[in-house]
C-alpha cells in the first residue's frame, strides 16, 4: 500500500486530549522553550516501527480514549502502542476490530474509531509516512503553554484536517508478538539532587520512603502528589535554575511535583531529585490515583538502565514479524460431514443398543 500525496485523516471527535508529537523540540531551552514531545517516547518509536516510519516521526498522542476520523485522498496504514484498546474501522457497510501493537490499513473514506485506552494513561497512533504539519523550530511537537507547532499549537478538534507525509508501507502489516507490560512496577528510580542538600534528612527519608499519591492536578507539565510532606533546611525557594524533564520540584507545601515534557524550563523551587531517563516513559503513563514510591540510585546506575531500555526497544523491534492470518473455519467442509451420525456411531461403539 502506498500513501499518495494528499492523503490525510479528517478527525470527528478527538478524544480528551490528543495531539501530535514527536520527539521533542530539542535545543531551545535557553531561549524559554521546552522540550515537549510524547509523554511515551517507547511507545512511540514502537508505533513508528510497526509502520515502517522513521522512530521520529510525528504521531497522534492520545490520553484515556482515542480520537475518531475519517480517512482521506489514500489509504493509510496505522498502527496503535503504549495501550491496549480497541480500534474499529468501518468502510463500505463492514466493520472490522483491531488490536493495539499490529499494524492495520484503512481505505479511503473509512471511519476509524479508537476506544478508551486500558493498562496505560497514553498511546501513540502512527501513520504510515508521519503526520505531515509543518515543524517549528525543528519538531512538529506541540507546545500547549506557548500555542504553537503540531496543529495550531492545541489539541484536536473535531474538523481539523492532518495532512500525512507520503510513504510506501508495501508488504504486509506487521506486528509485536509480545507487546511490552504495561503494568507499573510502583516505583520510580532517582538521582538525588541537584538541591538535595536543601532538605532535612528527615526529609530526605520521608521522600524515599512514600508512598505518594498521583492527585488530579496531573497534565503534560506536571503530577502534583500527595503523601508525606518533608522538611527544608532554609525553605523551599532558590534562585531560579534550569529544569530537566523528569526533575522533581517541592514547593513550601512539602509535596513533590514530577516535571513531565511540558515543563517549564526553568524554576525557583528546590528540587529533590530527577527521575531517571529510563523510567520517564512509565511515569508519564501514569493516572490520578496511582500510587508509587522513588528509589535513589547512583548516576551510573541510571546511565546503565538506558542503556538497557535502548536494548529492549532494539529487542522488540527486531521481533516484528507479518500479522498472523486469523484461523478460518472451512465452511463447505464442515457441512459436508455427517457429524450428527458420527457421533451416533461413536456412542454405539460405547454403548451398543440390542
Same mark, same amino acid.
Given at each position: 500500500?502506498?500513501?499518495?500525496?494528499?492523503?490525510?485523516?479528517?478527525? +470527528?471527535?478527538?478524544?480528551?486530549?490528543?495531539?501530535?508529537?514527536?520527539?521533542?523540540?530539542?535545543?531551545?531551552?535557553?531561549?524559554?522553550?521546552?522540550?515537549?514531545?510524547?509523554?511515551?517516547?517507547?511507545?512511540?518509536?514502537?508505533?513508528?516501527?510497526?509502520?515502517?516510519?522513521?522512530?521520529?516521526?510525528?504521531?497522534?498522542?492520545?490520553?484515556?480514549?482515542?480520537?475518531?476520523?475519517?480517512?482521506?485522498?489514500?489509504?493509510?496504514?496505522?498502527?496503535?502502542?503504549?495501550?491496549?484498546?480497541?480500534?474499529?474501522?468501518?468502510?463500505?457497510?463492514?466493520?472490522?476490530?483491531?488490536?493495539?501493537?499490529?499494524?492495520?490499513?484503512?481505505?479511503?473514506?473509512?471511519?476509524?474509531?479508537?476506544?478508551?485506552?486500558?493498562?496505560?494513561?497514553?498511546?501513540?497512533?502512527?501513520?504510515?509516512?508521519?503526520?505531515?504539519?509543518?515543524?517549528?523550530?525543528?519538531?512538529?511537537?506541540?507546545?500547549?503553554?506557548?500555542?504553537?507547532?503540531?496543529?495550531?499549537?492545541?489539541?484536536?478538534?473535531?474538523?481539523?484536517?492532518?495532512?500525512?507525509?507520503?510513504?510506501?508501507?508495501?508488504?504486509?502489516?506487521?506486528?509485536?508478538?509480545?507487546?511490552?507490560?504495561?503494568?507499573?512496577?510502583?516505583?520510580?528510580?532517582?538521582?538525588?539532587?541537584?538541591?538535595?542538600?536543601?532538605?532535612?534528612?528527615?526529609?530526605?527519608?520521608?521522600?524515599?520512603?512514600?508512598?505518594?499519591?498521583?492527585?488530579?492536578?496531573?497534565?503534560?507539565?506536571?503530577?502534583?502528589?500527595?503523601?508525606?510532606?518533608?522538611?527544608?533546611?532554609?525553605?523551599?525557594?532558590?534562585?531560579?535554575?534550569?529544569?530537566?524533564?523528569?526533575?522533581?520540584?517541592?514547593?513550601?507545601?512539602?509535596?513533590?511535583?514530577?516535571?513531565?515534557?511540558?515543563?517549564?524550563?526553568?524554576?525557583?523551587?528546590?528540587? =529533590?531529585?530527577?527521575?531517571?531517563?529510563?523510567?520517564?516513559?512509565?511515569?508519564?503513563?501514569?493516572?490520578?490515583?496511582?500510587?508509587?514510591?522513588?528509589?535513589?540510585?547512583?548516576?551510573?546506575?541510571?546511565?546503565?538502565?538506558?542503556?538497557?531500555?535502548?536494548?529492549?526497544?532494539?529487542?522488540?523491534?527486531?521481533?516484528?514479524?507479518?500479522?498472523?492470518?486469523?484461523?478460518?473455519?472451512?465452511?463447505?467442509? +464442515?457441512?459436508?460431514?455427517? +457429524?450428527?451420525?458420527?457421533?451416533?456411531?461413536?456412542?454405539?461403539? =460405547?454403548?451398543?443398543?440390542?
Amino acid at each position: 500500500m502506498n500513501t499518495a500525496p494528499g492523503a490525510g485523516l479528517r478527525i +470527528l471527535q478527538p478524544g480528551p486530549q490528543t495531539t501530535v508529537q514527536d520527539l521533542g523540540r530539542k535545543g531551545h531551552q535557553a531561549l524559554g522553550v521546552p522540550v515537549c514531545g510524547a509523554l511515551d517516547p517507547v511507545a512511540m518509536r514502537l508505533a513508528n516501527a510497526l509502520v515502517g516510519n522513521a522512530e521520529d516521526a510525528a504521531i497522534i498522542e492520545c490520553r484515556l480514549a482515542g480520537p475518531a476520523f475519517e480517512v482521506t485522498g489514500a489509504p493509510l496504514r496505522l498502527a496503535l502502542a503504549g495501550a491496549e484498546a480497541t480500534i474499529t474501522v468501518e468502510a463500505g457497510g463492514t466493520s472490522l476490530a483491531f488490536p493495539a501493537w499490529r499494524g492495520f490499513d484503512a481505505p479511503t473514506g473509512a471511519t476509524v474509531r479508537i476506544g478508551p485506552l486500558r493498562g496505560s494513561g497514553c498511546a501513540s497512533l502512527a501513520v504510515a509516512g508521519g503526520i505531515a504539519v509543518a515543524p517549528v523550530l525543528g519538531s512538529r511537537a506541540t507546545d500547549l503553554k506557548g500555542r504553537f507547532g503540531g496543529h495550531e499549537g492545541r489539541p484536536l478538534a473535531a474538523g481539523d484536517l492532518l495532512p500525512v507525509g507520503t510513504a510506501a508501507a508495501d508488504g504486509p502489516c506487521l506486528e509485536l508478538p509480545a507487546a511490552p507490560p504495561l503494568a507499573f512496577s510502583g516505583t520510580l528510580r532517582v538521582v538525588l539532587g541537584p538541591q538535595a542538600d536543601a532538605f532535612t534528612d528527615e526529609g530526605i527519608a520521608a521522600f524515599l520512603g512514600g508512598p505518594f499519591e498521583v492527585t488530579r492536578e496531573a497534565d503534560r507539565m506536571g503530577m502534583r502528589l500527595s503523601g508525606p510532606a518533608f522538611s527544608f533546611v532554609r525553605g523551599a525557594d532558590i534562585v531560579s535554575d534550569g529544569i530537566a524533564t523528569g526533575s522533581i520540584q517541592v514547593p513550601g507545601s512539602g509535596q513533590p511535583i514530577v516535571l513531565l515534557v511540558d515543563h517549564q524550563t526553568i524554576g525557583g523551587y528546590a528540587k =529533590v531529585a530527577t527521575v531517571i531517563s529510563a523510567d520517564l516513559p512509565a511515569a508519564g503513563r501514569l493516572l490520578p490515583g496511582a500510587s508509587l514510591r522513588f528509589v535513589a540510585v547512583s548516576v551510573a546506575e541510571a546511565e546503565e538502565a538506558r542503556r538497557q531500555l535502548e536494548a529492549e526497544i532494539a529487542r522488540s523491534i527486531g521481533t516484528l514479524a507479518p500479522v498472523r492470518s486469523p484461523v478460518s473455519l472451512d465452511e463447505a467442509a +464442515l457441512y459436508a460431514s455427517n +457429524l450428527i451420525s458420527g457421533a451416533v456411531s461413536a456412542l454405539e461403539e =460405547v454403548h451398543p443398543f440390542d
